[in-house]
């Protein structure tokens, strides 16, 4: 590891001032993707710029639908309440990043700046219509997440310019979503795959009420919904996002369109997660085949939509089952 | 003699805990010395070249670059751990064998200065066709790798035992199966490291290994230097799962650079150096079949194992032979036909590992069950019918001495709900489980034994002197358990010197499970001797007969008049004043034949006495993705008497996930000669939180020798919980496993292939 010049500013203008005056320098925040990168060798800058102190970054704001700052934490999220009740697909990533020690430092904006397309909180945040704040020397802009990333580990930021956060807008009633990890170990992993899954379903008086007996029973997801089908739960919006299938997190787009509009039944779910395999282009690597990389999107978005609507029809439930299915 | 021991077999704290999990335990890494350098090797990017130059010079003129060698500093001696077997330069000059072989080394005041010098190093290549695969290595097409081993056929041990063909054609029903399974990394804690220091002639080594004198004698011919100037020092040890039994090319790197410098050297591997090129764990290829009678009796069973062994010997013929000895401590074989092959590949070094074989032990144990199903019998029943008790001899003719393996079968099977379980098992929920057994101790020739020595200091202290050697299982608080037992002394007052080879007599070392049953035996025999002293003192001294007298609390006292006492450091202090200082010295060779070969004489007494275990393993197959869970897991071993049965547990713990998880996480990965999952990240070694629950059973036969009754403690579980695993997949599926590990690919294809069976 070479040596290098560490700077720490105190407010975002300053970091930008420091970087657009310095050659071959790189911002470090939870340092989690960073330093290994250097002991890696990977990437060998002579500056580091450390956002650590810019204490404006690190809010989490609940007013208005939902705005994390780009230095919060996983761990903080995690802890975060309102977000794991309204934008629980966030906490299922969080908390299955790394370990507990790497969860304290890393930070979700280096999370998605890192842009691997194995990023916990990208596709949550896809899936939420986040939209990344960035402040430059020439001001402030806004970017669909879902433009953001430009391949992997390249994104929209240019040199002079910072991630401050991501906005989300608020979610409707009756909505659930879920982001399934799928790994070899419990922790300490990077995803073979990861789907994440928002849906937004329209429930009559009466279904409500059925809905909310339900909240009681220890039933099976796939039983609940068994139970329901007659029911004419409908779907009004959803969003699917996956991540190690392409060079970036994307979304299943087709997959969402022939979901939105119809009746929920496992076979629904089913016939959109064969569409979402459609809409990948998974390679084979060390973590996975792309054989099996598609077989699992299939499985895995009809799981995540299950655990969502799970999620609206038992929203009080703490511990959910561990196999919904 | 149970109701009188005072510390043996209590549930005491290791001698060594308080140093690790407070950080104050210094390993070899953390050493420094005055002027000492840092080392860094050049590897080849190769799988097979000639090598037709090297040239250092460059390197030598990088500012602060002390010394810089390659093969052609080295003495041209080759390297085995048999004399039919030296094939491994360490440094070689005449070609390179694998990805990642030691080519040259430079030692500097920093790294990054031995890591610019290593730039500069110019080696001229002649790529060779390379192979990767053992089955294509045998062809004649195939390169040779090494010119004397034909048809890269390193090894092949041939067991001939009855008339197998007559036993088979009689079976009542003949099964064989073939199975893989991928090979793995020790990944120790402690990336392999070594200091050497060279001055006055003598040169001074530290590192991780599993037996120091060994290692000594090795370096010795290495260097062409006596024997008595290649000290091997004491220092913590990072784990070794039998991965640092043999010298390293790292030993001979640093020693060089010393020799060269006149300064000390350190050299520490990265974690994927530590993957690549130190030692590997074999792949296999076996084909077991097996004839049974109607009652689940073995009559008969032939093998064939293609074992890959990378690019040296190695341990070669041990490493052979293991897998199916462990096999047959186990079970009674009447008639057996063993080959097992090892070949060599244009791969890493694959060495000895805690548990070798234990996919080959699966495949015989999930045949088993598959056999047992077809019969209508229950696998517990058949094992119990097979297994070995005590008195009998193996199909190799090695005397069982103590045998507590029925016990584990049973107990395990009982606290499991076994039989129940596997008859009536739910969709893709699965039991399944594993025997074996375990020799303490194998035929070393003279380095078998082990001696002690013991001194008593001059306010009653113990100095224990031993070569006995901890990889992290905890020998060093069970030497230290032993003495305090022998001499009533607390363990807090036993000083232990050990692992040194110029303070230290001869001892096996930490392999071949010895530690226990040997080199503690030694240590109880030493300590006896200067009890006998002490005693005869405080006889004399107390008015009271020798047979009266007990050791205990630091005193000495009559155990009909317990006001008849005397501290043991007046004891001490009596006899210094006589001019005879208390010391006891005493040793131990196990009875084993000396004339057993693994290669020409595979028949006799293979080890001092055997250890047996019981695992069973609950799992849980997600059949959408491939997943396999493990609730539940129950581990059952006969150590003998277990000195420290907290320790023991720690071991079976630590071996169910070192051994029973792996089945489902852990296998090297490769694409031609490069390993692609040298890192941890990529690796997967189980965490805590992929443990199941576990339940460890400590079942006792106390061994007639075994030091206070004891074996080896906790090496069944890191052979059988492999099987127990692999049984309760077939359990669940009705099929073998094709391939280990089982992971979630591996599996669903099979599942996808079992359901296109029934179709």
């Known amino acids: ?325 | 003699m149970d109701e009188n021991l005072k510390i043996v077999g209590k549930r005491v704290i290791r001698s060594d805990s308080y140093a690790k999990v407070t950080g104050g335990a210094l390993y070899t890494a953390d050493l420094k010395l005055p002027g000492m350098l840092y080392a860094k090797v050049l590897r080849s990017p190769y799988p097979h070249a000639k090598i037709l130059n090297i040239d250092v010079s460059k390197a030598l003129k990088v500012p602060g670059v002390k010394a810089a060698i390659s093969g052609f500093d080295a003495y041209g001696v080759k390297w085995g751990v048999f004399r039919y077997t030296q094939d491994h330069a360490m440094l070689p000059t005449d070609k390179v064998r694998y990805i990642g072989e030691d080519v040259a080394a430079v030692a500097a005041v920093d790294e990054e200065s031995a890591i610019e010098a290593l730039s500069l190093i110019k080696v001229e290549y002649e790529p060779l066709e390379a192979v990767f695969d053992p089955v294509e290595a045998m062809k004649d097409t195939a390169p040779q790798i090494h010119e004397q081993y034909k048809n890269n056929i390193n090894i092949h041990i041939h067991i001939e035992v009855g008339d197998v063909d007559k036993a088979m054609a009689k079976a009542y029903i003949v099964r064989e199966d073939t199975f893989k399974a991928k090979g793995e990394a020790y990944a120790m804690m402690e990336p392999y490291a070594v200091v050497a220091s060279y001055a006055n002639g003598y040169l001074d080594l530290w590192m991780p290994n599993a037996g120091p004198h060994v290692r000594a004698k090795a370096l010795s011919n290495l260097l062409k230097l006596p024997l008595n100037r290649v000290r091997v020092r004491h220092i913590n040890s990072g784990g070794a799962f039998g991965g640092r039994s043999e010298v390293a090319p790292g030993d001979l790197v640093a020693s060089l650079l010393s020799i060269k410098s006149g300064r000390p050297v350190k050299l520490v591997l990265t974690r994927e150096e530590n993957a690549m090129c130190s030692r590997q764990v074999h792949d296999i290829i076996a084909t077991v079949k097996t004839g049974m009678k109607k009652d689940g009796t073995i009559v008969a069973k032939e093998y064939k194992t293609i074992y890959d062994g990378g690019a040296y010997s190695s341990t070669g013929p041990i490493a052979t032979s293991i897998p199916y000895y462990v096999y047959e401590e186990c079970y009674r074989l009447p008639n057996v036909r063993y080959d097992g092959y090892r070949v060599f590949t244009n791969k890493g070094i694959r060495g000895m590992y805690g548990c070798h074989g234990r996919a080959f032990l699966a495949g015989n144990e999930a045949q088993m069950d598959l056999m047992a199903k077809e019969l209508g019998l229950d696998p517990v029943e058949v094992r119990l019918k097979n297994g070995l008790t005590a008195g009998e001899l193996t199909a190799t003719k090695s005397k069982i001495i103590s045998c507590g393996l029925k016990d584990t079968i049973i107990q395990a099977a009982e606290k499991s709900d076994f039989k129940k379980k596997w008859k009536k098992h739910t969709r893709n929920k699965g039991i399944g489980m594993g025997c074996v057994a375990i020799m303490c101790g194998f035929p070393m020739g003279f380095r078998s034994g082990s001696s002690c020595y013991v001194k008593i200091n001059d306010d009653g202290q113990v100095t224990l002197i031993t070569g006995m050697v901890d990889n992290g299982q905890g020998n060093e608080s069970l030497a230290v358990q032993v003495a305090s037992e022998v001499l009533g002394i607390p363990m807090d007052d036993i000083n232990l010197v050990n692992a040194d080879t110029e303070v230290t007599n001869l001892d096996p070392g930490s392999y071949s499970q010895a530690a226990a049953y040997v080199g503690a035996n030694a240590v109880k025999a030493a300590c006896e001797d200067a009890r006998k002293k002490i005693i005869a003192i405080a006889s004399k001294k107390l008015g009271v007969p020798e047979e009266e007298i007990d050791l205990k609390d630091r005193v000495a006292y009559s155990v009909k008049t317990p006001d008849k006492r005397m501290p043991i450091s007046w004891i001490t202090r009596e006899a210094f004043f006589k001019g005879e200082p208390i010391v006891g010295t005493g040793s131990f060779f196990p009875d084993i034949d000396l004339e057993r070969e693994w290669v020409s004489k595979p028949e006799g007494q293979m080890a001092g006495t055997y250890s047996f275990g019981t695992s069973v393993a609950e799992i849980e197959i997600d059949e959408e993705t491939g997943k396999i869970k493990v609730p539940k897991f129950i581990a059952a071993h006969d150590c003998g008497r277990p000195i420290n049965p907290m320790a023991v547990e720690g071991q079976m713990e630590g071996s169910v996930g070192q051994a029973g998880i792996a089945t489902i996480f852990e296998g090297n990965m490769w694409y031609k000669g490069f390993l692609l999952n040298p890192d941890l990240l990529e690796y997967k070694v189980p965490l805590a939180c992929d443990m199941p629950d576990i339940e460890t059973i400590i079942v006792s036969s106390n061994d007639p020798k075994g030091p206070f009754g004891a074996k080896e403690g906790g090496l069944t579980i890191r052979m059988n919980a492999y099987s127990a695993i692999a049984c309760a997949f077939t359990n669940a599926t009705g099929m073998l496993f094709e391939e280990l590990p089982l992971t979630p690919d591996n599996v669903l294809k099979l599942l996808e292939k079992n359901k296109g069976g029934k179709r």
């Open chain 1, 1 to 325: 590891m070479r040596s290098f010049e560490y700077y720490k500013p105190n407010s975002i203008e300053e970091a930008i001032k420091i970087m657009s005056g310095l050659d071959n320098a790189k911002f470090i925040a939870g340092g989690t993707d960073v330093m290994v990168q250097l002991r890696q060798k990977k990437i060998s800058p002579q500056h580091l710029i450390s956002l650590r102190n810019i204490s404006e970054l690190r809010n989490i704001d609940t007013k208005d639908g939902l705005k994390i700052g780009s230095l919060v934490t996983h761990d903080d999220i995690d802890k975060n309440e309102y977000i794991k009740k309204y934008y629980s697909a966030l906490t299922d990533a969080t908390s299955r990043l790394g370990s507990k020690q790497i969860r304290n430092v890393a930070t979700i904006g280096g999370n998605i700046c890192n842009a691997a397309p194995s990023a916990d909180t990208a596709c949550p945040l896809l899936i939420f219509d986040a939209k990344a704040v960035i402040i430059g020397t020439k001001g402030e802009r806004e970017v669909d997440l879902n433009e953001f990333f430009l391949g992997p580990g390249k994104t929209v930021l240019e040199k002079d310019e910072i991630l401050k956060e991501f906005s989300m807008p608020r979610l409707k009633e009756n909505t659930g979503s879920a982001y399934i990890k799928h790994t070899r170990r419990e922790a300490m992993d990077l995803p073979i795959l990861g789907v994440a899954t928002r849906i937004t379903i329209s429930l009559d008086k009466d279904s409500q009420i059925r809905c909310r007996d339900l909240l009681c029973t220890i039933d099976s997801i796939s039983n609940i919904l068994m139970q329901l089908k007659d029911e004419g739960l409908k779907c009004e919006e959803a969003r699917i996002a996956m991540g190690v299938v392409a060079p970036k997190p994307i979304r299943a787009k087709k997959a969402e369109e022939a979901l939105a509009g119809k009746i929920i039944s496992i076979e629904l779910f089913e016939e959109v997660g064969e569409i979402a395999a459609s809409e990948a282009q998974p390679r084979d690597s060390i973590r996975g085949e792309a054989w099996y990389r598609k077989e699992m999107i299939k499985v895995l978005v009809k799981r995540a939509l299950m655990k969502s609507i799970d999620r609206i029809v038992r929203p009080d439930e703490e511990i959910y089952p561990e196999r919904l299915w």
